[in-house]
Structures are given as structure tokens and as C-alpha cells.
């Protein structure tokens, strides 16, 4: 079993930070690609921003420049430190890993649990 909890959600003013967190645990055997994915009321679910294994990043054009997605491979965790926030970035974020289980060692692409993001004067 591998288990995802996030952290770091919040109230927010527009042009303030978040930083949020994910971290896996369990019986992992590699982590892959790692991602974050939004789904504002009435929308579908997107992909914010994504990081490979090595550090290579990319974002929706809508958050690029603000948003900074990083990873600490050591503690088996993704991050995405939120800058500059808009109204329009509210929404319930989550984190998603591909990764291997080391039970089944079959690939998984799993979901944490959401976190809300409310950015409101």
C-alpha cells in the first residue's frame, strides 16, 4: 500500500503564496513522473504542473512564471510553491505520482486527496 498526504492549503489575498505538499509513503519502489492537477467548481480536472524523475519541469501556460513545481526525491515528496495568486487559481488541488509499488511492482497513477486553494480578497 502506498499512502499520499497533502498539505499547505489555504486562504489567500490575491498576489499572496502557497506552497503546497505531497508526500508518499508505503511500499514504494520508484517514483516517476510527479504532478499536480486542479479542478475548479463546474470544471474538469487539469494538470497544472508536472516534474520528471531528473528535474525536468512543465506547467500550463496560465501558471507559468508564478507557479515553481520541485521535488525532494530522498523524502519521496513533490512541491509547488504558489506565488503571485489570482482568484482564478481557486480551486481543490491534488498531487498525483506515477510510481511502482514495491507489493506488485506493477505501475500505479494515484491521487492524493485534494487540498483547497481559495484565493479571495
Known amino acids: 500500500q502506498v499512502q499520499l498526504v497533502e498539505s499547505g492549503g489555504g486562504l489567500v489575498q490575491p498576489g499572496g503564496s502557497l506552497r503546497l505538499s505531497c508526500a508518499a509513503s508505503?511500499?514504494?519502489?520508484?517514483?516517476?513522473?510527479m504532478a499536480w492537477y486542479r479542478q475548479a467548481p463546474g470544471k474538469q480536472r487539469g494538470e497544472v504542473a508536472r516534474?520528471?524523475?531528473?528535474?525536468?519541469?512543465n506547467y500550463r501556460e496560465s501558471v507559468k512564471g508564478r507557479f515553481t513545481i520541485s521535488r525532494d526525491n530522498t523524502k519521496n515528496t513533490v512541491y509547488l510553491q504558489m506565488n503571485s495568486l489570482k482568484p482564478a487559481d481557486t480551486a481543490v488541488y491534488y498531487c498525483?505520482?506515477?510510481?511502482?509499488?514495491?507489493?506488485?511492482?506493477?505501475?500505479?497513477?494515484?491521487w492524493g486527496q485534494g487540498t483547497q486553494v481559495t484565493v479571495s480578497a
Open positions: 498525483s505520482p506515477n510510481l511502482v509499488d514495491s507489493g506488485s511492482y506493477f505501475p500505479q497513477h494515484l
Open positions: 508505503g511500499k514504494i519502489f520508484s517514483i516517476n513522473d
Open positions: 516534474i520528471t524523475f531528473g528535474g525536468s519541469t
